[in-house]
């Protein structure tokens, strides 16, 4: 089974919008009703990507920037989304050329053995360790969801949630949850927007935010994790991985990719406005209110659509996205390692299996003996966004290949904004470390 293939007929079932995490394949973007009605036939494997935004993540770092931070760090969500539509546009343009997934493509296209080791190695600690990272967070917000119903410490419910994980994987009998999450969590989001739209939103302040860039006191990690949230690294790999599934052979290759650049451009657009949704809803809610922002509160900037009815509703949708996260956090792992390795991508080799144990069993561990899941999830996010400009160096590398890509290459343009990516994602990190070592 190739790379591509595997990737996308395992995963692409689970997480239509449903979890942050990643997902993609063939019911993704053929949405299909009995009477084969296609419902979402300007979207393709870019919901790939707007699954990213809407998992507890997403959710907990916009409404940690909100009501920390009122509008002040929409920039920053506006540069994420910029970015995201850049690098992703990229990883679907060498899907469809060269019908390799990145990871693939990492390992086979540089002449140079160190070029090529490195490659292995980005692969391994972006989508290997930085899932480790992420798998805490999603695990921490489903445990979060689950204690909030319950009355249940978060550490108890996040090793419960854990073992209940892996004991799907191994047994295959996640997608019996499949249906029941990704409603619950499509129902969240919706529920989330249509919030916005009732509360009393200060248009002037929600526009400064988004074009007069500041940076301040004490947000730079919330800033860095927004953007790590938001341009997911291991959907670059899931990304390419994907299109050749959805674009077949048949279909002309300029065709194929113009209508890729439509399907992300929508599908990014689309997670944008409910990350939007997220921050405006905590800043009406939190922001200079003297209302309590923690863990416990966090459902009650629903409060305005959903009345006596909000934390129950939100606990339920950040369980069901948290839980479709943990199944398919590790998997990814497993597919994009496995693959840089040439390793079997086969649920039956125990290299594959070993794979996405040690990164369910690492994020279950953090997320168990984590005090503060808020902090937990931040974390994982802004994890993400350090390794951001690393896998984008790596990713123009490859882009600019002539004998891989031919006159599908980047060109100066496509170069320039995925440069501005690298020069701002690092800034931000070099930034954040210089104030962490001028604590020390």
């Not at 994009?336 to 690492?362: E, H, N, Q, T, Y």
Request: charged content about 10%; hydrophobic content about 55%.
């Amino acid at each position: 089974m190739g790379e591509g293939g595997g990737l996308v007929n395992v995963m692409g079932r689970l997480l239509v919008l449903g979890g942050g995490s990643q997902g993609g394949g063939k019911c993704l973007w053929c949405w299909y009703n009995k009477k084969g009605m296609i419902l979402l036939k300007r979207f393709g494997p870019g919901l790939l990507v707007t699954a990213a935004f809407i998992g507890p993540g997403t959710i907990t770092t916009a409404s940690t920037a909100g009501a920390n931070f009122g509008f002040a760090l929409l920039w920053a969500l506006l540069f994420s989304v910029i970015a995201t539509w850049v690098l992703q546009e990229m990883a679907a343009r060498l899907g469809l050329v060269t019908g390799e997934g990145l990871s693939q493509a990492l390992r086979t296209t540089f002449e140079s053995p160190l070029f090529n080791k490195l490659s292995v190695l980005l692969v391994v600690a972006a989508i290997g360790l930085g899932n480790a990272a992420y798998e805490a967070g999603n695990i921490a917000g489903a445990a979060l969801g689950a204690a909030s119903l319950t009355g249940l410490s978060a550490g108890l419910w996040s090793t419960v949630i854990g073992v209940l994980a892996g004991l799907l994987l191994l047994g295959g009998r996640y997608k019996l949850l499949e249906n029941v999450l990704v409603l619950l969590v499509l129902v969240m989001s919706a529920v989330f927007v249509l919030t916005m739209l009732m509360v009393d939103v200060d248009f002037g302040a929600l526009l400064k935010g988004l074009f007069v860039p500041s940076m301040p006191s004490a947000s730079a990690l919330t800033v860095i994790a927004l953007i790590g949230t938001t341009v997911v690294p291991y959907n670059l790999f899931l990304h390419a991985a994907a299109v050749k599934e959805h674009w077949r052979d048949d279909v002309p290759l300029d065709t194929a990719i113009s209508e890729s650049r439509w399907d992300t451009g929508l599908s990014i657009g689309l997670g944008g406005l409910i990350t939007l949704a997220v921050i405006s809803t905590s800043a009406a809610t939190f922001f200079q209110t003297g209302a309590e922002f923690s863990a416990s509160s966090l459902a009650s900037q629903l409060e305005p659509l959903l009345g006596s009815w909000a934390s129950g509703c939100f606990a339920v949708g950040l369980l069901a996205a948290g839980l479709t996260s943990a199944i398919t956090a590790p998997l990814a792992a497993a597919y994009a390692v496995c693959g840089a390795l040439g390793w079997p991508l086969s649920f039956s080799d125990k290299r594959f299996r070993a794979v996405w144990m040690v990164v369910l069993l690492a994020g279950t561990v953090f997320a168990a003996v984590g005090t503060k899941p808020l902090a937990a999830i931040i974390f994982a996010q802004a994890a993400n966004g350090f390794l951001l400009p690393i896998v984008a160096v790596f990713l123009l590398l490859v882009m600019n290949k002539a004998d891989l890509l031919g006159s599908y290459r980047n060109g100066w343009r496509a170069n320039l904004l995925g440069c501005a990516v690298v020069a701002v994602a690092a800034g931000l990190g070099i930034f954040k470390l210089i104030q962490v070592a001028s604590l020390v």
